[in-house]
């Protein structure tokens, strides 16, 4: 704790690491016609099958080759590896037939087999690979290869939007994983240096071609900077050495709209949310009369619509987020629930929806109907700046209902220990980044089994009519077979969420990104990965 | 003799030309005014308004106030807590003093960050602003007195094998009277202990708030504000968020020089 000559300490050692930061970091050269951007980190993993961070997810986008496609603007399946593809009445059984004349990198034929022993692969426990959850019952699975063009793959039950999940298998020559260096995707790895980069090269087998027939992908490889430090990857991008950012936060959007405007895009609103709930779980060590605020439905609307909501788009996010009132964002177009009816802001409705509720105001306090002060924190995690701006917007708003509000930050693991172990917390406030249109990928949060369902995990019966309803409709939506009832079970679950607000949702940030105007080819889309999800179309306009 | 209190009387000044301000009628640290995020300066606010439009003089003034009296407070705390640690073991047996001193040695292997993240993460959810401010320091205060302690344990040690103490304890006296005639002579050591404290905590205390795990808001503290810095979009749309850094340096340098002074 001592600390003996402070201050010159200090200056000297905020000035060492300001000359450190603008000047070690270094860059590796281009090649021509390479495209180059940033990842933050170096890839956990470059085998495609244990890909479980977004980095290694990068890489083993660009370098994969699958057998269908998710096209990120139409949110569409497309046929790539896999000429055409059927799935049977009972949505048990899937047949691919491939595209002829398929080659991996190394010029070695890519058959049925290949794709059967990749898709096996990531079925087998001892791969550890997160997308076989996706299959439910990964290891009751059995995939085929009839012929060298045909893979079946027959499940034991019908898994919604199966379809989506070969967009994440890639396939590998079977029996000889390579980690990225022999694929049947666009790139493959050509280059490692740890912490410095990772390089791509284009693959010459690659068997895509565009409307006009020109060979893809167009690009001769990608250059992937590693640089943690975003400020980094402003300044290389603003020198014409990275040429796109994804991610960009709302205060750089606004600094780079300032110095390159037509650089910059807002795509709207996101498929993420940001949310508060209350703690309703009865294994909480909270007063009795706190859990009965919190599990009364009129204090929860009321507390939602007491949030100025325009507030926290304009003043945390600069106006690149929207008012959010569903856990389905309306960039999810299929999805997303038109007619939702919600509680909008409005502060006379929430006063008077207290007082119906049996709650009084006592100067400027607000007491419950047994004269308690509606007091309570809400948690965030530490390091988050935009969460603890809104608690503090969120903290103001609701001492204008009279309740009085801390605003707590704890490190994430702490975080953790108290939402998940201890449950000993009021209210949280926290976001949920959603990487799939489905909202089947959202059953582990509103099951009320689930462990991750926050406000009140793993129920042994649904505490409420209401969530018994929506694990009703839930489970409808997983295994109906028609689109129709699905969307309509769907739709019915964000009403029920709205009207009951276990979580309130506060925004959806807009996905802002930035486009070097020299960049050919980009189509953003908001679900990721936003930029290069069309990677084999992106090409410099003039190679240097 | 002027010139040397010369820090001591500007640091006087700086503390109650920001207790003025905060004073001032109508002035609020919490007040959000929404209509004018990152404002710059003005009448109204003289150093601007921060990202949710709250006046940044009025914040950076509290954050002063706050954080010179918290430090000035643990300081006192550790260092009475380090003159009885200390001149107790000297004075002990020598069993004693050594496990007594091994605790120090102990204490200070710690890593304090951590410790300090892990304490304040122990604490109930529940405590205002206000609280948290207190528990900060008292939380500061209670891992920073074994180096002070080991230091005084030194001094008091070289006491005890004094001429006069001999002579003293030869004669007679003890316990109490032994205490009374020991502390005046620690005071030489106490005071510079107490004054390197200070800027310690009021940079531990900085170095908590910029991790996001210090005074909770709307409370300011200089981490909190000095959390703007970190972003450097923010520091092209106002130059203001300097104001907060150029002020905790000047805090420290004056500190600084107060200690070199005594």
Known sequence: MRMGRLAPGFLLAMLAATVAKYCIAQVPARLPGELAWTIGYDPKTFDPAKVDDIDSETVRYLTAGVLLRFNRLTQKLEPRLAESWNLS??????????????????????TARDAAWSIQRVLLPAAGAPV??????????????????????????????????????????????????????????????????????RNPYYGERDGSGAALPRASGVLLDIVENPEERIRLFSRGESDLIDQLSSEYYEMLRQKAPGSVRDLGPSLNTEQIWFNQAPASPLPAWEEAWFRNQSFRVAVSQAIQRDDLVRLVYLGHATPAYSFISPANADWYNRRLAAPHSDLAAAQDGLRRAGFRMEGTHLLDAAGHPVKFSILTNAGNDARLKMATLIQQDLAAVGMQVNVVTLDFPALIERLM????????????????????????????????????????????????????????????????????????????????EPFIYLVYPNVLAAISPRLAGAQPAVIEPELWWNVEDLRLRRTR | ?????????????????????????????????????????????????????RDRLVRVSAALLLSLAGALAASALTTAAAAGIGAWAAFAV??????????????????????????????????SPAHSAVITFLVLAALGWPACARAVYRGALGLKRADWMMQARASGMRGKQLIRQVLPNLLPLLLPQFLVCVPAFVIAEANLGALGL??????????????????????????????????LILVLLLLEAILVEA
């Open chain 2, 94 to 127: 020598p069993g004693v003093a050594w496990l007594m001193m091994l605790v120090c040695d102990v204490f200070l292997a710690l890593p304090w960050l951590f410790l300090l993240m892990m304490v304040r993460s122990a604490l109930p959810l529940r405590a």
């Open chain 1, 89 to 110: 009445p009972d949505g048990r059984t899937i047949t691919f037939k491939l595209r002829g004349g398929l080659r991996f990198s190394d010029g070695a034929a890519l």
């Open chain 1, 132 to 201: 076989a959850e996706e299959f439910v019952a990964p290891a009751s699975v059995h995939v085929d290869a009839p012929n060298s063009q045909t893979v079946v793959v027959r499940l034991p039950q019908r898994v919604a939007g199966i379809g989506k999940v070969f967009d994440e298998i890639a396939i590998e020559p079977a029996n000889r994983p390579s980690e990225g260096h022999v694929t049947s995707g666009p790139f493959y790895v050509a280059e490692y240096q740890r912490s410095q980069f990772v390089r791509l090269r």
């Open chain 2, 214 to 247: 210090g005074i909770g808001e709307p409370l300011p503290s200089w981490g909190g504000m000095l959390l703007e810095l970190d972003n450097s979009a923010l520091l092209f749309r106002t130059q203001w968020v300097y104001f907060p850094v150029v002020l």
């Open chain 1, 421 to 500: 172990h201890t449950q000993d917390y009021e209210a949280c406030l926290l976001g949920l980044e959603n990487v799939d249109v489905d909202p089947n990928e959202m059953m582990n949060i509103w099951l009320s089994s689930s462990p991750n369902h926050q406000w009140n995990p793993a129920e042994k019966t649904p505490a409420t009519a209401w969530e018994a309803e929506i694990d009703k409709e839930m489970n409808l939506q997983a295994t109906s077979q028609k689109d129709a009832v699905r969307k309509q079970a769907v739709d019915r679950v964000q009403q029920i969420v709205t009207d009951e």
């Open chain 2, 1 to 53: 003799m002027r010139i040397r209190l010369l820090p001591v009387w500007l640091l006087v000044a700086l503390a109650l030309g920001a207790s003025a301000i905060v004073s001032r009628p109508g002035a609020s640290y919490a007040r959000q005014d929404r209509e004018h995020p990152l404002a710059g300066a003005s009448l109204t606010h003289p150093a601007g308004a921060d990202a949710l439009g």
